[in-house]
């Protein structure tokens, strides 16, 4: 279901699925939206095997449907939180980040439960405030890098995959920034595999 949510003051796009089990959502890059999702028939997936799902313009993408624009992290943060709630209620979801959108999913899981994390060349990963909030995350974490990604170090990805304490890094090679776009495959089976853990947590 496609239709306008309102969050944090904020009016934004949002594709929808409820179903039971744990919610999967989905934080595009600054330049895209939740078409990406669609494209890449991630969304397609999810419900040919049933499992709940939000995708959600945020108020820092540039072509995003949501106002007002924002590039403040809190408020994108508490967007996001309240987007959640308004769908899936108590539920504690999977968080898809890509890029700035890795960002606010880590700032999410340190203020909030998640059953796991999965980032694609997640921008900003670092900050001081970020790292310190790293020992408490008991939940799996993936981080996928393309090998040719010109935004994002691989080296940088290497270090928060070290300071994490459940994180794997997928290195996708020959992928660019975007990685999840350039091999749309390998990012839905990853997406799956970590989804089937965290169910078991």
Not at 186 to 198: S, T
Request: net charge neutral.
């Amino acid at each position: 279901m496609e239709k306008t949510l309102t969050a944090a003051d904020h009016k934004c796009q949002a594709l929808y699925y409820t179903a039971p089990g744990i919610p999967i959502v989905f934080l595009h890059g600054l330049s895209y939206t939740i078409d990406i999702w669609q494209r890449i028939s991630v969304t397609e997936l999810l419900i040919e095997k049933r499992v709940p799902f939000l995708a959600l313009d945020m108020p820092y993408g540039l072509r995003s449907k949501c106002h007002p624009k924002t590039r403040n992290a809190e408020a994108n943060l508490a967007v996001a939180a309240e987007a959640v709630r308004n769908v899936f209620g108590s539920s504690v979801p999977v968080l898809v980040g890509a890029s700035i959108g890795g960002h606010i999913a880590l700032r999410y899981a340190a203020r909030f439960p998640v059953k796991g994390l999965l980032l694609i060349a997640p921008a900003r990963a670092l900050e001081e405030d970020l790292v310190q909030s790293f020992g408490k995350f008991d939940f799996p974490v993936r981080i996928i890098w393309g090998s040719q990604d010109n935004f994002i170090s691989g080296e940088e990805m290497r270090t928060l995959a070290d300071k994490l304490p459940n994180a794997k890094l997928l290195v996708y090679n020959g992928a660019a920034h975007s990685a999840y776009k350039d091999q749309p495959e390998l990012f839905k089976r990853d997406l799956l595999e970590l989804y089937a853990i965290a169910e078991q947590t």
